[in-house]
């Protein structure tokens, strides 16, 4: 059974930088894609970034230029680097693992930016 836990989420000043990090066990790392979604209060979970099996990357015209995601395979772990963050990145960001089909689901981690 995949599990996800994410870790890094906070309280900072717009401006600032945090680092997120999602750490995998079961299944097979190396093969999948993962992601981070985020979502704010009334709104839909809208994607961030993804990194796909062969390491080809992928983001949202929001954090483009501000995050970067990355993976150490040995580790099992996915990051998600975020600069010059803004208020509107408050959300609880959650990270995604995606193999044969099926998706799961880490609990997600608190982000908040304040102005």
């Known amino acids: 059974q995949v599990q996800l836990v994410e870790s890094g989420g906070g309280l900072v000043q717009a401006g600032e930088s945090l680092r997120l990090a999602c750490a995998a066990s079961?299944?097979?790392?190396?093969?999948?894609?993962m992601g981070w979604y985020r979502q704010a209060p009334g709104k839909q979970r809208e994607l961030v970034a993804s990194i796909s099996s062969a390491g080809t990357t992928n983001y949202a015209d929001s954090v483009k230029g501000r995050c970067t995601i990355s993976r150490d395979i040995a580790k099992r772990t996915v990051y998600l680097q975020m600069n010059s963050l803004k208020p509107e990145d408050t959300a609880r960001y959650y990270c995604?693992?995606?193999?044969?089909?099926?998706?799961?689901w880490g609990q997600g981690t608190q982000v908040t930016v304040s102005s």
């Open positions: 079961g299944g097979i790392f190396s093969s999948v894609s």
């Open positions: 995604n693992l995606r193999g044969l089909g099926v998706d799961y």
